[in-house]
């Protein structure tokens, strides 16, 4: 069954420090329309210069996921990326009135909490997912961080994280989307640091909004009772303790929380791979920096996947989701003319059904006697009538309607088609459907190969006079 795309219902703001800023700043999330992913937009500068949340853009640096684009940044937007993704959220726009977004309680909670007071609203376009078909790795050069991306049939994370800690040497987290445990299970879990590192980047300029109600400060080793006075001056807090090794007396919500924070930092940064995922991530000690390296990968991938002009991974053996008659029920074509036999997938914007080519059509006794070869203007009728099935089923009663094409521009004949190949077609509407007329760009595949290509079919949806 298809998942429908969602968005906010309204809007909301959460305002905060930026964990490395320092600065007050407001995030306003407003519902999107279909198909926008999520868009960060500067209110603060002139223009309001938006950044899509997209791995495309991803600046390198530490402590935090960052993006630029044409010389604007955003960054640590790596928990409110998880929140909507946790919570299922495809479209949002984030009107952001600084360079970063508000760390609150180091944690996804409070943006989950907000998303979950406002409600979601479905969309009518189908999501949008990345399915992982083969193995992709990425490790960093030194080999401390690595993440795997295998086949799964959804969503599922695993991480691992060690330490050369005695308080927190090896711990693991699991996330399963089948089990809904984001809200409750990681999006509370929150970010944690050294106190070995807290001075060092502070000296770095970092962490000027952080202190210890928004981070969990572990202490790996015996400090003295100066030293804690000194570090209570340091962080502006009074009567500050050292609790089974975490500096203040904040209570861990899980006894893994900061393998399980972790995680969520992994889902925050993979989600500007801008798909859901079906897959499962195995990540060892990983870190901002390679999950947004991993999440560039997995772009990469996707933008392969969906270029209108590769090959639909189907399998040609399956049953499909229209057969043979389902299809003449949509078509007006009959044999010999009946070009499409199956068809694997139809959305509002895409439809891929195939043609088993055989010896015994009429058309082979005189095309060639010698060398059977299928004629090219049957390749693009036969793409033209899997077009009219996409159009046709968006309509409540198609068997009242018939699509007429009234122009066919742009044809390329790559390969030639003969007896034993199966032609797989992908028509992609190229514009919204306006007073009946709808234009589409066609493919057709033979295995891997493209065959032919339609720059642009035009039709008319009209009525059939009974």
Do not use: W
């Not at 989701?321 to 044999?335: A, E, F, G, T």
């Amino acid at each position: 069954m298809s998942v429908k795309q969602r968005t906010l219902k309204q809007e909301f703001s959460l305002s905060g420090k930026g964990l490395h800023t320092g600065k007050m700043v407001t995030a306003t999330f407003k519902p999107a329309v279909e198909n926008s992913g999520y868009i960060i937009r500067r209110v603060d500068l002139d223009g309001m210069p938006e950044i899509p949340a997209l791995a495309d853009y991803v600046k390198f640096m530490d402590r935090a996921s960052c993006l630029e684009k044409d010389g604007v940044n955003v960054y640590t937007m790596e928990h409110a990326m998880a929140a909507l993704y946790g919570c299922g959220v495809d479209n949002c726009v984030i009107e952001l009135n600084g360079e970063e977004l508000p760390i609150l309680d180091g944690s996804a909670r409070l943006f989950v909490e907000a998303i979950e007071r406002v409600g979601l609203e479905e969309q009518c376009a189908e999501r949008r997912y990345f399915t992982v078909k083969e193995p992709i790795h990425f490790a960093s050069e030194d080999g401390m961080s690595k993440l795997t991306l295998l086949p799964d049939v959804d969503y599922n994370v695993n991480v691992l994280v060690a330490y050369n800690s005695p308080y927190l040497p090896m711990q693991y987290a699991t996330f399963t989307e089948n089990t809904g445990n984001f809200t409750r299970e990681i999006a509370p879990c929150r970010t944690f640091v050294f106190l070995r590192e807290v001075e060092q980047l502070l000296k770095a300029g970092l962490i000027k909004g952080g202190d210890i109600d928004n981070a969990i400060v572990i202490v790996d080793k015996e400090i003295s009772k100066e030293e804690v006075d000194r570090l209570s001056q340091l962080f502006g807090y009074e009567n500050l303790e050292v609790h089974q090794g975490v500096l203040n007396n904040l209570s861990l919500h899980f006894d893994n929380e900061p393998a399980r924070h972790k995680l969520l930092d992994v889902m925050g940064d993979l989600a500007l791979c801008g798909r859901f995922i079906k897959g499962r991530v195995i990540a060892e000690r990983p870190g901002h920096r390679a999950n947004t390296a991993m999440a560039q990968k997995i772009r990469k991938a996707v933008l392969q996947v969906e270029r209108e002009d590769v090959a639909p991974d189907i399998d040609i053996a399956s049953p499909g989701l229209m057969d043979i008659n389902k299809v003449r029920s949509l078509l007006p074509h009959r044999p010999p003319f009946l070009l499409v036999d199956k068809i694997f997938e139809v959305t509002d914007d895409i439809v891929i059904g195939c043609k088993n080519v055989t010896m015994n059509e009429p058309h082979f006794v005189g095309h060639f006697p010698d060398e059977p070869v299928m004629p090219g203007v049957l390749i693009v009728e036969a793409m033209a009538q899997c077009g009219g099935i996409l159009v046709l089923n968006q309509v409540p009663d198609p068997e009242n309607y018939s699509t007429y094409f009234v122009k066919i521009d742009g044809i390329k004949f790559r390969h030639k088609v003969v007896p034993g190949d199966t032609l797989v077609f992908k028509l992609v509407k190229i514009a919204p459907i306006r007073r009946g007329i709808v234009t589409m760009r066609g493919y057709a595949f033979v295995g891997k190969t493209l065959v032919c290509e339609v720059g642009e079919f035009m039709a008319q949806v009209a009525k059939t006079k009974k």
